[in-house]
């Protein structure tokens, strides 16, 4: 299962908190703006986690100490696997750079998402296959349990250039930020990535991390990996500015392009006017779809906003394009939401 071009096993740490520098909030000149008159090539390749997914959705409300009927199934997982899915399924071509466990679930993950089209550099580190329990009750509300295991033990030395060659956009979910030897991964990954000229994107996938590891650090770790394009939702917000009210203008300072996933009542985009610098914001309302599992809809947001943005040629600073990729986010998501989910066989 180790990828013949980038083997390797992480030798054992101590778990700790990296040392990043600080990064200010200041704005710098975005180079998704870079480009006129060509489109980047339709070449996505994410960062990240490919984990096991249980999903448990119970038919009646939960009892403390007993059970209850309902549904238990297994599926692919991991929100950077996921993106990589729906940029495939979009027709744009898709590359995933992960670790997983010399075990028998890591091997049916990558064998999987290669199914599915994907291109996947895996190296098999020590420990077990990252895998995730999502407990589904009785309203649709979820929980989730997580046990990253494997998914954090790419190493900055098992990065390959040629990984990035050709690529128009690297994507890393924020998980990949919080936790070494993946975050020195990821920030090799990003420097070949902008030296190569692709963009890079960073999404912060979940609040409830970024408030454990501290906002400021959340911040620099970011900061490092200089994003052409931050996605966020609101919660995730919050967690990194301390508080909703504060004005999203501050993510101006670590991404010049932010993107605000607001669920059923669409996104906002924010950048600055190239001429003057001032803020722009653009709102994209969108039509609420009726989901029971709305799991992975963000990252196939991400992909359809990514893979339209690539694909529209001339200075892409400008509403309409913005917009475009915006609806084209919301049709990705959609499509899942709407498509039967397939369960990863036993």
Request: glycine share 12%; with cysteine; net charge positive.
């Amino acid at each position: 299962m180790t990828d013949a071009t980038g083997p390797g096993t992480p030798t054992p740490t101590r778990s700790r908190r990296p040392h990043v520098p600080r990064v200010p909030l200041v704005p710098r000149v975005a180079r998704v703006h870079r480009r006129r008159g060509t489109a980047r090539v339709r070449t996505l390749v994410a960062l990240g986690d490919l984990m096991l997914d249980v999903v448990v959705r119970a038919a009646t409300p939960l009892e403390h100490a007993s059970d209850v009927p309902g549904e238990v199934r297994f599926r692919q997982g991991g929100s950077a696997a996921n993106v990589v899915r729906s940029f495939v399924r979009l027709g744009g071509h898709g590359g995933l750079i992960c670790s997983v466990g010399r075990d028998g679930w890591g091997e049916r993950l990558v064998a999987a998402l290669r199914g599915d089209g994907a291109d996947v550099r895996a190296v098999a580190v020590r420990g077990a296959t990252g895998r995730l329990v999502a407990i589904v009750d009785d309203r649709g509300e979820r929980s989730f349990v997580t046990e990253r295991g494997a998914a954090d033990g790419l190493r900055a030395e098992d990065i390959r250039p040629s990984w990035l060659r050709g690529v128009g956009v690297l994507h890393v979910p924020a998980y990949s930020l919080l936790h070494q030897p993946l975050g020195a991964a990821a920030q090799r990954a990003a420097e070949v990535a902008h030296t190569a000229g692709a963009l890079v994107s960073v999404d912060l996938a979940s609040a409830g991390p970024l408030r454990a590891f501290g906002r400021d650090a959340a911040i620099a770790a970011i900061g490092v990996l200089a994003p052409d394009i931050l996605f966020a939702n609101r919660d995730e917000v919050a967690a990194l500015t301390g508080a909703r009210g504060r004005s999203l203008v501050t993510l101006l300072g670590i991404a010049p392009v932010v993107v605000v996933k607001e669920g059923a009542d669409g996104c906002r985009i924010l950048w600055r006017d190239p001429s003057t610098g001032e803020p722009q914001r653009l709102d994209i309302a969108t039509t609420p779809i009726a989901a029971v599992d709305t799991t992975g809809a963000g990252d196939a947001f991400a992909a359809g906003f990514l893979y339209a943005l690539l694909g529209s040629p001339g200075s892409t600073r400008d509403a309409g394009v913005f917009r475009r990729a915006a609806l084209a986010g919301h049709r990705s998501a959609s499509d899942l939401l709407r498509r039967p989910r397939v369960d990863l066989g036993l």
